[in-house]
């Protein structure tokens, strides 16, 4: 009984110990989960605002190669302008050339001088022509470079227009996925605010629960102390009633925690082959039966068990095998303390084991002896439950 009980206070104390744990646990997860999201949240965030500063960046990196590219276009249409302009005024020049030459020719001797004149005058124009070819090859030169990076401009303006495209998705991406995160993390938040008020329910209602039994744990103590002492009381009154048959080892008594048993060999109680009881085992069952009305409380299981010899031919006729043998002795013990002591019949119950549970083989007639037997077993009531239960479970 006390262990019984010391295992239920242990049970609920071990109950609210592992729950504190469970509790911290469930706590522990949920916090481990809110800092990770909020985490990855200020990580998403702060990715974000670099995306934000580098598509700001790039947006005006584009302004800039823009505006480039309209002065390249600009400076350009001016070249173009100043080349065809060059270009014009070599036509102009060559036709003053031209009608010099034939001016100078109609003179004749008289405009030699003017003719050297002009020729020095051509020289200088043509050699001014041809600077201005030089530098109208390096314009064509200079405008098919500008014209290549134009082209490389626009390629690199594209790429850019495609990646702030695809961080501008991105970003919008991460926008989802911490607005995501934020609700996951308040159902989250809920959820643990929902366990935490569930286990401290439940941790109240354990600590009550523990309270109670602490309460009567006392009481209950004395109690099985009290049934220790009577089944110690009831164990010694037996040695002492039946000490005769104790020293001459025809029964033996064993008191181990709550039960307590009467092992007595069938030759005090019943003639060979028969059920009915002797009157010196009569005397017996009166001194075993006065002693044991003292412990109302407890019930008395009469076990009848036998050798492994078959019925003989002559009393098979009212006992066909060994179980109704010891089965009939068993159910005449019962009777004979309800009728004759007065123990109240609903505490005794009668089995029979036939030969099949022996104290020791069934090799010799000595060992046959000691398996031939009563006994008398002593147990509270709830053993004696679980016991029925158990062996019904078994069968």
């Given at each position: 009984?006390?262990r019984?009980m010391?295992g239920?206070?242990a049970?609920?104390?071990g ?10 646990w469930?706590?522990?997860q949920?916090?481990d989960e ?12 702060q990715?974000n605002?670099e ?8 947006e ?12 390249m ?5 001016m070249?173009n302008?100043e080349l065809q302009?060059?270009y014009?005024t070599?036509?102009?020049?060559e036709?003053t050339?031209k009608?010099?030459?034939?001016i100078?020719q109609a003179?004749g001797?008289?405009?030699s001088?003017?003719m050297?004149?002009l ?5 200088g124009?043509?050699n001014?022509v041809a600077?201005?070819?030089n ?8 405008n098919?470079r500008?014209?290549?990076l ?10 850019q227009a495609v ?6 998705i991105?970003r919008?991406?991460?926008k989802k ?13 809920e959820?643990?605010?929902?366990q ?5 329910a ?8 523990l ?5 009567n744990?006392?009481?209950?103590l ?16 037996l040695l002492a009633?039946?000490?005769?048959e104790v020293g001459?080892?025809?029964i033996?008594?064993?008191h ?5 048993t009467?092992?007595?060999m069938d030759k005090?109680f ?5 059920a009915?009881i002797k009157?010196?085992?009569a005397d017996v069952?009166r001194?075993v039966?006065?002693?044991l009305?003292?412990v109302?409380?407890?019930m008395?299981?009469?076990e ?6 078959p019925i003989?031919?002559k ?5 066909p095998?060994?179980w ?6 068993a159910?005449?013990v019962?009777e004979?303390?309800r ?5 109240d019949?609903r505490?005794?119950a ?12 069934h090799?010799t007639?000595?060992n ?9 077993v ?6 004696y439950?679980?016991m029925?239960?158990?062996?019904s479970?078994?069968?």
């Open positions: 009984m006390k019984w010391a239920l206070v049970l609920a104390a109950a609210v110990f592992l729950l504190q744990p469970l509790e911290s469930a706590c522990k949920y916090i809110n800092v990770k999201l909020k985490s990855e949240l200020e990580a998403a965030g990715r605002a995306l934000e500063a580098r598509v700001n960046e790039n005006k990196k584009i302004e800039v190669q823009n505006q480039e590219l309209s002065d276009k600009n400076l350009l249409a070249k302008n302009r060059l014009d070599s036509l102009i020049l036709s050339l009608g010099l030459g034939d100078l003179s001797d008289e405009l001088g003017r050297l004149q020729v020095q005058s051509k020289q124009l043509e001014e600077a201005l070819r530098d109208i090859d390096a314009a064509f030169k200079r098919e500008l014209n290549q134009a082209g490389e401009y626009q390629n690199k303006l594209s790429d990646e702030l495209k695809n961080m501008r991105e919008d991406n991460l996925t911490a607005e995501d995160l934020r609700r996951s993390l308040k159902a989250d938040t959820e643990l605010s929902k935490v008020a569930s286990l401290t439940q941790k109240q209602n354990l600590d009550k629960k309270a109670d039994l602490s309460k744990i006392d009481t209950q004395a109690a099985e102390a009290a049934e220790k002492e009577r089944m110690k009381s009831t164990y010694e009154q009633s039946l000490d005769k001459q080892r025809t033996e008594i064993q181990y925690k709550d039960a307590l009467i092992n007595i005090i019943f003639d060979s082959g028969k009915e009157p010196e085992g069952l001194r039966g006065t002693i009305k003292n109302p409380e407890k008395i299981r009469i009848g068990h036998t050798d492994d010899i003989g031919q009393i098979a006729e009212k006992y095998t060994n109704e043998l010891g089965a009939a002795r159910a005449n019962a004979f303390l009728t004759e002591v007065g123990l019949p505490r005794m009668v089995v029979s084991y036939s030969m099949y549970r022996p104290i020791v083989p090799t007639k000595g046959r002896a000691k398996n031939r037997r009563i006994e008398i002593l147990i509270d009531k709830l053993h439950q679980m029925e239960i158990k062996e479970t078994e069968r």
